[in-house]
């Protein structure tokens, strides 16, 4: 499918792993900590204008709203540049959110595109059948000059669940599973194409969470085949025509591995690596500090309507500070017509707007010396959230709202009997 | 082209908020953030690495984030190459787009200790580790790619070439 895609943007008929090839650019996106060395580069190529002021976004998402004068200024070479150069999709404070929820959500990413980002979670788009991967700010800088980058077609890693999915069980279950067998660099150059029966039953927002943590696999791309539930999501919301690629039934794979999800339960990625991912259950008694869920991994709706659901009712313990942030004001909205933050204030959460914030340790929930923080975003690496001797622990939504619940790492059954 | 320098040895999964933390990148001054690299990772090396000293690492280097400022603040500190098993592919191209080669060398990157002498000959991809008195060899760099290097980079390189053809430019540097 990532072959198709390639092809039909390098005008060819077909490419195959290791060809370098010269591809047209659908969309293409930067954010307030990478676009800023995009648009200096920009200007030192010497181009007058961007390729296309339509298929460009910036997103101020990461250190916003601004946390210190740098990140003021950072915000402002955006915004200068997206009004010199009348860039449409220009987001913002009241506009903007998580870029990798809220460009889906805008329907200005679809199946059958080749996007790239600044930012290693543009992989996060292979969730619609497009071909998403992450660059660099010069390579931005490039695109947003040409509308075209060199790629290296990438070999395929063909991923098969199938199996009953069990309780509180969600993509971030599988996507941690999985790179906990095949190893941070398990991918490493490659596509991963997700598929099975298992993954057909999952909705949009579970999808988004696995391609989203393609990269954490090393992965170039991680791609779902376009099906009902895509259709579902996208159309109402497309602001282009699109075409969808299917897989070819003989379509050659570096290496095939199937899992049974029945035996894939709620699972927690240990420090410092995602590749640490083990049973819930057998990680032991494990005190924390703060939960944070939210980011572009895990601050989806869906997310926050499975949080709510163990937190109704309940109180966190005393010893825990929970921040939920709704990935995009579409989300945030939602979310209070759902009455979610009563239930999460009462809780006693804090609510932040749309931001990446503490995901990368930037600000609304940076954590101490020591601490330990269960979060549903996507790296645990050695300092990511604060302190350089603080500790992640990456979960899913069922797992941090019950682990908030408690104090410690535990499993949502311990504090919600059904589902 | 040679390069020449002093050894700092890193190991496997080195990610981009250990070589440059994420708290630093609302700095967009390169030398300012080259003060912060590896800072988490091993305090000592921003305070003691002299320019063209050399890095070597082992598998899945720069995993992690898109961040340039991470080949950025590498270069600025001194770094003339790295060495690793294996690189993870946003870095790769990072590395080269910022003018700081990369060699994929397993032998080298488990044999060459820290603080060891090594001489990198870019054209030929030789590793010569003066200390230990051993000889490696990488996939060389090819002709244009080095030029790149040369120019100090995509950007200067295209600006020299008065183009913008980047397919031509970096169409080797292999991912």
Redesign the interface.
């Known amino acids: 499918m990532t072959e198709k895609i390639l092809a039909a943007h390098a005008g060819k008929k077909y490419v195959a792993p290791g060809d370098l090839i010269d591809a047209k650019i659908d969309f293409a996106l930067g954010n307030d900590i990478t676009a800023p060395l995009a648009i200096q580069a920009f200007n030192e190529i010497g181009v007058k204008k961007v390729f296309h002021r339509d298929r460009i976004a910036l997103v101020a998402d990461h250190f916003t709203p601004a946390k210190d004068i740098l990140s003021a200024d950072n915000c402002k070479i955006l915004r200068d540049f997206a009004k010199a150069h009348r860039i449409t999709y220009f987001f913002e404070a009241g506009e903007a959110g998580i870029e990798h929820a809220l460009l889906p959500e805008q329907g200005l990413v679809l199946p059958g595109n080749v996007v790239i980002g600044a930012d290693s979670h543009t992989c996060t788009y292979g969730a619609l059948g497009a071909f998403a991967t992450g660059v660099g700010s010069t390579d931005l800088a490039g695109v947003m000059a040409t509308g075209r980058l060199w790629f290296k077609v990438p070999e395929t890693i063909q991923l098969i669940y199938h199996g009953r999915i069990n309780p509180w069980v969600s993509g971030k279950d599988f996507i941690l599973y999985t790179i906990g067998d095949i190893g941070v660099d398990g991918a490493l150059y490659q596509a991963m194409e997700f598929c099975g029966e298992a993954i057909r039953k999952l909705p949009m927002s579970s999808r988004f969470t696995m391609a989203n943590m393609a990269i954490e696999a090393g992965g170039k791309n991680g791609i779902f085949e376009p099906d009902e539930v895509t259709q579902e999501f996208i159309k109402p919301r497309a602001k282009r025509s699109f075409r969808v690629y299917r897989s070819d039934p003989e379509a050659h794979y570096s290496a095939i591995r199937e899992y049974d999800v029945s035996n894939i339960f709620p699972q927690v990625s240990l420090p410092h690596l995602p590749s640490n991912a083990k049973d819930v259950r057998e990680v032991g008694r494990i005190e924390i500090d703060q939960v944070v869920i939210g980011s572009c991994t895990n601050g989806h709706l869906d997310d926050l309507r499975v949080a709510a659901r163990i937190l109704r009712g309940k109180k966190i313990a005393p010893s825990v500070r929970l921040i939920i942030i709704p990935a995009t004001p579409t989300i945030y909205r939602q979310a209070l017509k759902e009455k979610l933050f009563e239930v999460f204030l009462s809780a006693g959460a804090v609510i932040s707007p749309p931001t990446c914030g503490p995901c990368l340790g930037g600000h609304m929930g940076v954590i101490a010396e020591g601490e330990r923080a269960v979060s549903t975003t996507n790296r645990n690496f050695r300092g990511r959230m604060g302190h350089a001797k603080s500790e992640v622990y990456l979960a899913g939504p069922a797992v941090a709202a019950a682990s908030a619940v408690k104090g410690r790492i535990c499993h949502p059954e311990e504090v919600v009997k059904r589902k | 082209m040679k390069l020449e320098g002093r050894v700092w040895k890193f190991g496997s ?1 080195i ?1 981009t ?2 070589i440059i ?3 630093y ?4 001054d390169a030398d300012q953030l080259a003060r912060h690299a590896m800072e ?2 091993r305090p000592e090396f921003i305070k003691e690495v002299k320019p063209g000293d050399i890095l070597v690492a082992g ?2 280097f720069g ?7 991470a080949p ?1 603040a590498l270069k600025f500190a001194g770094i003339s190459c790295i060495i690793a098993k ?1 690189f ?3 870095f790769y ?2 590395g080269f ?2 003018g700081v080669p990369l060699f994929e060398s397993s032998e080298a990157a488990e044999t060459i200790q820290d603080g060891d002498q090594v001489r990198v000959d870019m054209s030929t991809g030789e590793i010569e580790n003066l200390t230990q008195g051993a000889t490696f060899f990488a996939k060389p760099i090819p002709l244009f790619m080095q030029e790149l290097i040369n120019d100090g ?4 390189h ?2 020299k070439k008065g183009g ?1 053809d ?2 031509q430019a ?3 540097s ?2």
């Not at chain 2, 990148?25 to 967009?28: F, P, Q």
């Not at chain 2, 995993?63 to 400022?69: A, D, M, P, V």
């Open positions: 999964d990610d908020d250990a933390p994420a708290r990148l609302n700095l967009v988490d990772e598998k899945n995993c992690g984030s898109s961040r340039e400022h950025l294996s993870a592919r946003i191209r990072n787009n910022q980079g995509l950007i200067p295209l600006q913008r980047k397919t970096c169409s080797a292999g991912c």
